[in-house]
T-cell receptor
Framework: GDSVTQMEGPVTLSEEAFLTINCTYT??????LFWYVQYPGEGLQLLLK?????DKGSNKGFEATYRKETTSFHLEKGSVQVSDSAVYFC????????????FGAGTQVVVTP | NAGVTQTPKFRILKIGQSMTLQCTQD?????MYWYRQDPGMGLKLIYY???????DKGEVPNGYNVSRSTTEDFPLRLELAAPSQTSVYFC????????????FGPGTRLTVT
């Protein structure tokens, strides 16, 4: 079945550092890919998405590119802020699957001043 | 627009008790989902619904039941609570358009002792 693997956390960074969170997936078809973010005590929010190969999703300074050849969707941000401290989830949704999401385990990011 | 609301926020149950987790959305979304989030793990789909009167099992449905009598409401019922059901429960909704972006509620933290 489909699966998502993302790097384990916690990832601890200083403010203004570069952030990368690796995400790879296994899927039989051509899924849509997502990054969701969960701030402390809150539900998940969609951060960015990509629906086909070579698409780049971007939002709030974060970017991720849908790489079909490497089945990856790595999340990057050039200069993190303390407010980016959160748990980040990579997820996929197969076409014709009623929008059901398959999540990775999540990566906690801690940004220190 | 309240989005997706969940009640209660917290609950402690004794083994064998039952309860209903409430979920309501005001976005007129057709699709709704229940996930559980265990520590250090991603979200797992419990049940989902594609419209009033239509529900189906997700990845981890055992010990739970759902109903969908209206578009707005999608309650999750726990019968005979067990310690393995200690988790954080998230409800989400989406519209069957584009990439089915899911909107999440704030979650219910349930402890079974």
């Amino acid at each position: 079945g489909d699966s998502v693997t993302q790097m384990e956390g916690p990832v601890t960074l200083s403010e203004e550092a570069f952030l990368t969170i690796n995400c790879t997936y296994t899927a039989t078809g051509y899924p849509s890919l997502f990054w969701y973010v969960q701030y402390p005590g809150e539900g998940l929010q969609l951060l960015l998405k990509a629906t086909k190969a070579d698409d780049k999703g971007s939002n709030k300074g974060f970017e991720a590119t849908y790489r079909k050849e490497t089945t990856s969707f790595h999340l990057e941000k050039g200069s993190v802020q303390v407010s980016d401290s959160a748990v980040y989830f990579c997820a996929l949704s197969d076409r014709d699957s009623w929008g059901k999401l398959q999540f990775g385990a999540g990566t906690q990011v801690v940004v220190t001043p | 627009n309240a989005g997706v609301t969940q009640t209660p926020k917290f609950r402690i149950l004794k083994i064998g008790q039952s309860m209903t987790l409430q979920c309501t959305q005001d976005m007129n979304h057709n699709y709704m989902y229940w996930y559980r989030q265990d520590p250090g793990m991603g979200l797992k789909l419990i049940y989902y619904s594609v419209g009033a009167g239509i529900t189906d099992k997700g990845e981890v449905p055992n010990g739970y039941n759902v109903s969908r009598s209206t578009t707005e409401d999608f309650p999750l019922r726990l019968e005979l609570a067990a310690p393995s059901q200690t988790s954080v429960y998230f409800c989400a909704s989406s519209q069957p358009e584009g990439v089915y972006e899911q909107y999440f509620g704030p979650g219910t933290r349930l402890t079974v002792t």
